[in-house]
């Protein structure tokens, strides 16, 4: 009975932790973000996802002060990540974007013992459904995706990928996997333009 | 103040285990194993044994541990040896006489250090103490340090050490304060944990009790886990049978006067682990071989009670040969390469042990002490409020070298000089990287005659 009690507890505290991180998605990436993730989707010639929600205090405005990593490869694939370093021990927020733009395989990742290679995303643990969107959990990955849960999927031909890193204040892979939630819900494509 | 997740379910399993800590929950997340009843005539000369029953995990046999664990360590202040003798005796027959010694009543193993030989009697020890004349040592050795374990592993120094099992927490908890009540005892720490609870399906006590406490990684434990890194670990064929551990049953030991006949050697250890790591680097092939061994294939995904018989063992052949190929050696492979008998062996009292048998009798349970639950010396022991996943490791042996050996494989470190060689806790090495022990000590289990102060009567 107290198990239930205990239980029950956590559900009406995680109910409330769900409600208040998450906003009614956009339709459309916001004002201040569309610029740059326009140009990455007329420079990788596909459609990018752009969010419009980012976990607490993120946001996610290519060339704006939380961005870390920008980086498109010569196949076009890309990574847009963002980051906010707590110096006083505020932990880290750490989000990451990628798309390999007409490729529907798993990349694979130099592995950690010996001259071997392993999948850049591996253990699935469930799906996740929003947006149109039907994607696989990954609890280990690779590069700059390592200690991050991550979620992937394909669309016309590509593979995207949204991840984010397990570590303090977002501490536990249960609230990574809400955040996920919130970050699948709130994309929006961005198509390239025609040229 | 934010009221995070963590904090939360910290808070609230704090308030509904005041007083008991968080290991009341234990009673409340697991149901009582049936147990076969006890025979009250059944009371076995060794003090580690304790009648375990087993069930069916995934097809393999696995011996269901009690599901309540205690460690008390003490140091003595005594001046009057018999007199102490005598009341301690008095004290676990007054348990003994309680409690049936089954997981439904209460088993206590009662184990001497260094420091009590040496300190309390120090003249009848030269004379009786056992000798390991394979290793040409004495079977109670100096604690160590091991390649993998850091330099801020503690060597303990107590001069005793009391091990409570059982189903009920409050059965444990009764013997303790009894035995923390005698004036010549100067109780060092009390360790506590649980084991099993999920061999009846559905979540196991390890991830319940990860979960409650709000440990990192808690929710990466698969859900019917028996220990935290999500592997059971103990099939029956993997642990040693009956008296094989005690010192005198494979011949390794010179027992002189055979005051300790029917003794064993017990190591114990603290060891930290890191589940994040574990969870989020590794991913379930990797977890398997890193486990079991490198090259093991065709195992069910997210399978966690991997068979461990004889036909399983790996020699040390193969397990050098993996390594070159790998750059890696698994847990157990590494470990069988010296905790196994190499062919079949007829023990002292004409049992026939096989070849692939597994010589050491482990009792370690999960713990979530940062790293003790209590400490009479707070700083030296590092203590943290903040709940932690780790192990109380306990595990019964020959001898002290017998233990030393299965730790050293362990690191790579093989019986004849050969060496898998990796720098100390690399990933290649087993559990080794996600593993840190805080804590170690060597004890001699005396006979029960012998288990209140060994050779204090002579």
Redesign the interface.
């Known amino acids: 009975m107290r198990v239930s009690a205990v239980a029950a507890l956590v559900a009406v505290v995680m109910g409330v932790l769900v409600q208040g991180a998450g906003a009614a998605p956009s339709s459309s990436c916001p004002n201040a973000w569309a610029h740059g993730w326009q140009k990455l989707a007329d420079k990788v010639g596909v459609p990018v996802y752009c969010p419009t929600w980012m976990p607490n205090p993120l946001d996610a405005q290519i060339g704006g002060q939380y961005e870390d990593i920008y980086s498109i490869g010569k196949d076009r694939s890309y990574l847009v990540s963002f980051l906010e370093h707590g110096d006083l021990g505020s932990g880290d927020v750490h989000v990451n974007f990628r798309g390999y733009p007409g490729r529907k395989a798993i990349p694979t990742c130099p592995g950690p013992v010996g001259k071997t290679t392993v999948p850049c995303f591996a253990d699935p643990a469930g799906h996740m459904r929003a947006n149109g969107i039907r994607a696989t959990v990954y609890q280990v990955n690779q590069g700059a995706d390592q200690w991050h849960i991550l979620l992937a999927w394909h669309y016309r031909g590509s593979l995207y990928t949204v991840s984010q890193h397990v570590i303090n204040p977002y501490d536990s892979a249960t609230r990574i996997r809400q955040n996920l939630a919130h970050l699948l819900k709130s994309l929006v494509l961005v198509q390239p333009a025609r040229g | 103040m934010k ?4 904090r ?2 910290g808070g ?2 704090a308030a ?1 285990a005041a007083g008991g800590g968080i290991y009341e ?1 234990v009673d ?2 697991a149901t009582t194993p049936k147990r076969p009843v006890a025979e009250p005539a059944g009371i076995p000369s060794e003090q580690h044994l304790i009648n375990l029953r087993t069930t069916s995990s995934e097809g393999v046999e696995v011996v269901v541990p009690p599901l309540h664990h205690a460690v008390v360590t003490a140091k003595l202040d005594v001046g009057d040896l018999p007199s102490a003798q005598r009341q301690l005796e008095d004290v676990l027959r007054e348990i003994d006489a309680r409690y049936e010694l089954s997981p439904a009543g209460l088993g206590v193993t009662v184990g001497w250090g260094i420091p009590y030989f040496e300190k309390h009697v120090a003249a009848q020890a030269k004379t009786h103490l056992p000798h390991d004349r394979r290793a040409q040592k004495p079977v109670l050795l100096p604690t160590r340090r091991f390649p993998s374990d850091p330099s801020s592993t503690i060597l303990e120094d107590n001069d005793v050490v009391f091990l409570l099992r059982s189903d009920h927490i409050q059965h444990i908890e009764d013997a303790r304060a009894k035995i923390a009540a005698l004036r010549f005892l100067s109780v060092t720490s009390v360790r506590r944990g649980f084991a099993g609870g999920g061999f009846d399906g559905g979540q196991s006590l390890p991830k319940k009790m990860a979960v ?1 406490a ?1 440990v ?5 434990i698969p859900d019917g886990a028996e220990l935290f890194l999500g592997f059971t670990s103990t099939q029956k064929a993997g642990l040693g049978p009956g008296t094989i551990a005690n010192h005198e049953t494979l011949g390794y030991v010179d027992l002189r006067s055979g005051y300790f006949r029917n003794g064993t050697h017990m190591h114990l250890s603290h060891i930290a682990e890191d589940l ?1 790591a574990w ?8 977890r398997v071989l890193t486990a079991f061994r490198p090259g093991m294939t065709n195992v069910r995904r997210n399978a966690q009670t991997i068979p461990q018989g004889p036909s399983q063992v790996s020699g040390t052949n193969e397990l050098v040969r993996q390594f070159h190929r ?3 050696f698994g847990h157990s492979a590494s470990i069988q390469a010296t905790s196994r008998l190499l062919h079949d062996t007829v023990g002292v009292d004409g049992t026939h042990y096989p070849k692939g048998t597994a010589i050491p009798q482990r009792a370690d349970f999960n713990t979530l002490d940062n790293p003790f639950a209590f400490s009479a010396d707070p700083a030296r022991d590092r203590m943290d409020k903040q709940p932690s996943a780790g192990v109380h490791f306990v595990v019964f042996n020959p001898t002290g070298d017998d233990f030393e050996r299965n730790r050293l494989a362990m690191d790579g470190v093989l019986p004849g000089g050969t060496k898998l060689s990796l720098p100390p806790r690399n ?2 090495q087993g559990f080794n990287s996600v593993l840190t022990t805080t804590h170690r000590q060597n004890f001699l289990v005396p006979p029960r005659r012998h288990r209140s102060f060994p050779l204090a009567e002579l």
């Open positions: 009221l995070t997740r963590r939360f379910i609230a399993a509904v929950l409340r997340f409650a709000g990192p990684g808690a929710d990466l994040e969870y989020l680097n590794f991913d379930f092939d990797e790998t750059g890696r990933r290649g």
